[in-house]
C-alpha cells in the first residue's frame, strides 16, 4: 500500500498479558517513530528509528516497552505484562525529511 | 519547559463560514511547525507547515499564520465543509527534532 499500515487495529489484552504491536512504513522511509495517544489528547513521542537504529527512546514510559526495527522497515512495539494504565492508542509515522506519515494506529485496551 | 497549547478546546461553525484555530507555543527556538487533522479512529494527516522565517503560508483552502513575537500560531480555513469536522492539533519540532504536540482542538461544522 502507499501508506502507513499498522496492526493490529484493536487489540483487548488482559492485565499481565504481553502484546505486540505491528508497524509498516511507507516503503523508502528511512525514519519511523511511535507515539502513544491518550483519549482527547496529543500523540507523545515514544521512541524513534532511523533504519535499523533505535536512536532516541527517551519517551518509553517503563521497562515493560520495547521496540525494535531488526531490518530498518517494520517495527514491531511490544509491551510486556501490561497495565491499565497502557490503554491508549499506539501511533506509527515513517518519514523521509521532516513530514511525518501517520498510520491509523492501534487501539490497545487493558482489562 | 517546552509546551505547545491551544486556547479553545472546541469550535461550532456553520457550514460555508471561515474557521480560525489558534496555538501557542513556548520554545522560542524552534524553527518548524506543522498543522494535523485527525478524523475520528484515524491517525493524523498532514494540513500545512511553516518555517520560523515565514510569517504566513496559504495551501488549499487552509492559511497558517506565525507570530514569533508572541509565539502564537494559527490556522484559517476557508468556507469550513462538513468533512473539515475533526480534531486539528499544531506541533513543532523541539531543539533534538521531535514533535510535540497540543491539546488539540475540536471543529465542528454544522450543515
Known amino acids: 500500500g502507499a501508506g502507513v499500515s499498522q496492526s493490529p487495529r484493536y487489540k483487548v489484552a488482559k492485565r499481565g498479558q504481553d502484546v505486540a504491536l505491528r508497524c509498516d512504513p511507507i516503503?523508502?522511509?528511512?525514519?519511523l517513530f511511535w507515539y502513544q495517544q491518550a483519549l482527547g489528547q496529543g500523540p507523545e513521542f515514544l521512541t524513534y528509528?532511523?533504519?535499523?537504529?533505535?536512536?532516541?527512546k527517551s519517551g518509553l514510559p517503563s521497562d515493560r516497552f520495547f521496540a525494535e526495527r531488526p531490518e530498518g522497515s517494520v517495527s514491531t512495539l511490544k509491551i510486556q505484562r501490561t497495565q491499565q494504565e497502557d490503554s491508549a492508542v499506539y501511533l506509527c509515522?515513517?518519514?523521509?525529511?521532516?513530514?511525518?506519515?501517520f498510520g491509523p494506529g492501534t487501539r490497545l485496551t487493558v482489562l | 519547559g517546552e509546551s505547545v497549547g491551544l486556547h479553545l478546546p472546541t469550535l461550532s461553525v456553520q457550514e460555508g463560514d471561515n474557521s480560525i484555530i489558534n496555538c501557542a507555543y513556548s520554545?522560542?527556538?524552534?524553527?518548524?511547525f506543522i498543522w494535523y487533522k485527525q478524523e475520528s479512529g484515524k491517525g493524523p494527516q498532514f494540513i500545512i507547515d511553516?518555517?520560523?522565517n515565514m510569517d504566513k503560508r496559504q495551501g488549499q483552502r487552509v492559511t497558517v499564520l506565525l507570530n514569533k513575537t508572541v509565539k502564537h500560531l494559527s490556522l484559517q480555513i476557508a468556507a469550513t465543509q462538513p468533512g473539515d469536522s475533526a480534531v486539528y492539533f499544531c506541533?513543532?519540532?523541539?531543539?533534538?527534532?521531535?514533535?510535540?504536540w497540543g491539546l488539540g482542538t475540536s471543529l465542528a461544522v454544522n450543515p
Open positions: 511553516i518555517r520560523s
Open positions: 509515522a515513517s518519514s523521509r525529511q521532516d513530514e511525518q506519515f
Open positions: 520554545n522560542s527556538a524552534s524553527d518548524y
Open positions: 528509528f532511523q533504519n535499523e537504529a533505535q536512536l532516541d
Open positions: 516503503s523508502g522511509h528511512v525514519s
Open positions: 506541533a513543532e519540532f523541539s531543539d533534538n527534532r521531535k514533535l510535540i
